[in-house]
């Protein structure tokens, strides 16, 4: 069994190109404007457009969408590092960096506002 994450996007070749520009994610397999796979170490990234199958509405109605604070996390070496080149590749982040008891933090937003971690670990 393996496990992956997956996010609604409302423009995959756009997720695609920020997930691979931005965060350096290598795209594995991509199936027109509805879904692509993309991988960065262990984590596998879905992500899925209002074409594909994920973004069928529930029988009760309820229409997947992207956003909420669910998040995968990154662990960098150099956040300021990563969050000066994501800001400067034009990045959307929720804070500035936070400094918590495990290291620091700063949450970033995909281009449909799916949450991404940015974490660097206590030394």
Do not use: C
Request: hydrophobic share 40%; net charge neutral; proline share 7%.
């Amino acid at each position: 069994m393996s496990a992956s994450v997956r996010y609604m996007v409302s423009d995959v070749d756009r997720s695609v190109a920020f997930y691979r520009d931005i965060l350096g994610f290598k795209l594995d397999q991509q199936m027109g404007p509805a879904f692509a796979r993309m991988s960065h170490a262990d984590l596998v990234l879905w992500v899925s457009g209002p074409t594909s199958s994920a973004a069928r509405p529930m029988p009760d109605g309820r229409a997947p969408a992207p956003g909420g604070w669910n998040r995968f996390v990154m662990e960098v070496g150099d956040i300021e590092r990563v969050v000066a080149d994501a800001r400067a590749a034009g990045a959307t982040f929720r804070s500035e960096i936070i400094t918590g008891p495990g290291g620091q933090q700063v949450v970033l937003d995909d281009p449909d506002g799916n949450p991404i971690e940015i974490f660097r670990a206590r030394r």
